[in-house]
């Protein structure tokens, strides 16, 4: 199977942090949200390459993962630097010039896709169970992962048939029709009636405020008879804004806990500390994440995510987000600035 990554999109709520850096490759609890998706489908193609191995299942049900393309956009030289740096998988890099929504993306991967297909959007991160794929029946064409909710109305939801095949998607309803919400997570056996739905959209100009939305082309495979599963998701954390980023942030601190040795200093789980990062006379936690080669002294910090190589000293910070390379000094302060920053609240006149 392959993987389509869809990266385009400008992060315009993140910023100023997405001004220098793609909004995939904004870290919390330890690592990019690029990598957090990536090191599960790292994990999945690993136990799939197993099952075949020990031959525990009918191998002709068992997929790997062959290739991995990313849609990009802004800053697409540092994805594609990132992953080749970091993962082995076969790479295809795609950029999308015009931003014509997120059919417009998939689109792009048309010419270069010959097997079932995974989508995943990085908005969102996810704990899903990936091995449902080998489950499927032959009459069933794929997956979209979902997660009930109880503010239905901020999403798109799946609703079910009589025999619990996805019936249609509707975006945002205003009745509660459904609360199964579509998180972003696809598996498509049938990729070129994937593709002719698509094609169906662009013939056709069906559009929302001038883009193409997957969804509809989905809609469109749902007309042909193709039907879909909705299995439901164990985890899903938003990381579109800063605010929801440290909600997030939290909760994936429980699962990726890390200390390193401090001078003088008292640490509240959860943390996650990078190697490399050196603290001293502070009180860290809870909810804190420091990437590597910061430097940390006479300070609190608890909800924060702080970036590489930022100095913090002599201030209280909490619900903030500092980015690489930056400095801040002194007194207690909310903050939320991006990379190369130097910020000093001391009075000069003193």
């Given amino acids: 199977m392959q993987v ?49 191995a ?36 076969k790479a295809r890099f795609i950029e999308q010039k015009v931003k014509d929504g997120s059919a417009g993306a998939i689109k792009l991967a048309e010419p270069y896709i010959n097997e079932p297909v995974i989508m995943v959007y990085v908005d969102t991160l996810f704990e899903a169970d ?18 009930e909710v109880e503010d ?10 009589d025999k619990g095949y996805i019936r249609k998607i509707i975006e945002k309803p205003k009745e509660p029709i459904s609360k199964l ?53 164990e985890g899903w954390y938003d990381a579109g804004k800063p605010e929801t980023l440290l909600e997030s942030h939290r909760a994936l601190l429980q699962k990726h806990n890390k200390l390193v040795d401090t001078i003088n200093s008292v640490i509240i789980p959860p943390v996650h500390l990078a190697d490399g990062v050196k603290i ?19 300070s609190i910090l608890r909800d924060c995510i702080i970036g590489e190589k930022a100095i913090i000293s002599n201030i209280l910070l909490e619900n903030s987000i500092v980015g690489s390379d930056t400095v801040v000094d002194d007194n207690f302060k909310h903050l939320n600035i991006g990379d190369h920053s130097v910020i000093s609240f001391a009075d000069k006149n003193k």
Avoid at 9 to 31: D, S, V, Y
Avoid at 152 to 159: L, S
Avoid at 192 to 216: A, Q, S
Wanted: glycine share 8%; hydrophobic share 35%; aromatic share 10%.
């Fill in 54 to 89: 020990e031959k525990k299942a009918d191998k002709k049900n068992i997929q790997t993962i062959s290739e991995v393309i990313f849609i990009t956009g802004k800053l697409k030289e540092k994805i594609e630097e990132f992953v080749k740096k970091n993962y082995d998988f």
């Fill in 130 to 147: 990936l091995s449902l794929i080998n489950n499927l029946k032959e009459d069933e064409g794929g997956l979209i992962w979902v997660k």
């Fill in 280 to 298: 001293k006379d502070s009180v860290i936690g809870p909810y804190v994440s420091i990437s590597a080669g910061a430097e940390i002294s006479n």
């Fill in 181 to 233: 919400a579509n998180i972003g997570l696809y598996y498509i056996k049938d990729y070129k009636l994937l593709f002719k739905g698509i094609k169906h959209l662009y013939d056709n100009e069906i559009t929302l405020k001038g883009e193409y939305y997957l969804v509809d082309a989905l809609s469109y495979m749902m007309e042909q008879g193709t039907k879909f599963i909705c299995p439901p998701i």
């Fill in 4 to 52: 389509i990554i869809p990266l385009a999109g400008e992060g315009t709520r993140l910023r100023p942090h997405t001004h220098t850096k793609p909004k995939p490759l904004i870290e919390f609890a330890g690592k990019s949200c690029l990598s957090h998706i990536l090191d599960e489908l790292k994990l999945f193609n690993e136990e799939q390459k197993k099952l075949i």
């Fill in 152 to 161: 239905y109305q901020r999403f798109g939801v799946c609703v079910l048939d």
